[in-house]
């Protein structure tokens, strides 16, 4: 069974950086979009940045220039780095990726648990 565990979360000073991970437990055979969601309280979930498997990447306005997505498709792992943290990008980060198990033929979308993200103004 094919889960996403993220990593890196915490508690930071605005300015401040933090660098989240999330990579894949369970037997796969490739990953095509990876990417990460946040979800501030009251607010709906919202997409922060996306990878695909060529490397391309789209990112919310709100952090581009700040938030940096990239991809190590050897250990199949996404980060995403965070830096010049604002307190308004507090929220719990999600990591989303398209992932084919070996057992299957398809693509699944699959959700990790979520990291918190604590910006201290």
């Known amino acids: 069974q094919v889960q996403l565990v993220e990593s890196g979360g915490g508690l930071v000073q605005a300015g401040g950086s933090l660098r989240l991970s999330c990579a894949p437990s369970g037997s796969i055979l490739s990953i095509n979009a990876m990417g990460w969601y946040r979800q501030a309280p009251g607010k709906q979930r919202e997409l922060v940045a996306r990878?695909?498997?060529?490397?391309?990447?789209d990112y919310a306005d709100s952090v581009k220039g700040r938030f940096i997505i990239s991809r190590d498709n050897a250990k199949n792992t996404v980060y995403l780095q965070m830096n010049s943290l604002k307190p308004e990008d507090t929220a719990v980060y999600y990591c989303?990726?398209?992932?084919?198990?070996?057992?299957?033929?398809?693509?699944?979308?699959?959700w990790g648990q979520g990291t918190q993200v604590t910006v201290s103004s």
């Open positions: 990878i695909i498997s060529s490397g391309s990447t």
């Open positions: 989303n990726a398209d992932v084919q198990p070996t057992v299957a033929y398809a693509f699944y979308n699959y």
